[in-house]
């Protein structure tokens, strides 16, 4: 089992920055997936990026070019950075990671990101 806290949201305007950062609550070295899903009322959760660990990334088409998604092995974190925010951004965002990713999915509590127009 693993635990996994998120900070860093908040509100924000539109065109700003903001950082969420996920901490687990064991090492991190073996997982194989570490990323970032959202929902916004109303709609599906969705992914929003995710880093494996060799390093490869990838990205939603909504947020490719806005986003950096980055992982510190040695401090069992991953972050998320987003610019450029727009309201249509505005959503719980959830840190999620799986070792094997064959059904040992975990998820995080959830932290509220709001952007104004």
């Known amino acids: 089992q693993v635990q996994l806290v998120e900070s860093g949201g908040g509100l924000v305007q539109a065109g700003g920055s903001l950082t969420l950062s996920c901490a687990a609550s064991?090492?991190?070295?073996?997982?194989?997936?570490m990323g970032w899903f959202r929902q916004a009322p109303g709609k599906q959760r969705e992914l929003v990026g995710r880093?494996?660990?060799?390093?490869?990334?990838n990205y939603a088409d909504s947020v490719k070019g806005r986003i950096t998604i980055s992982r510190d092995n040695a401090k069992n974190t991953v972050h998320l950075q987003m610019n450029s925010l727009k309201p249509e951004d505005t959503a719980v965002y959830y840190c999620?990671?799986?070792?094997?990713?064959?059904?040992?999915?975990?998820w995080g509590q959830g932290t509220q990101v709001t952007v104004s127009s």
């Open positions: 999620n990671a799986c070792e094997f990713c064959r059904g040992d999915n975990y």
């Open positions: 880093t494996t660990n060799s390093g490869s990334t």
């Open positions: 064991r090492s991190t070295f073996s997982f194989a997936n």
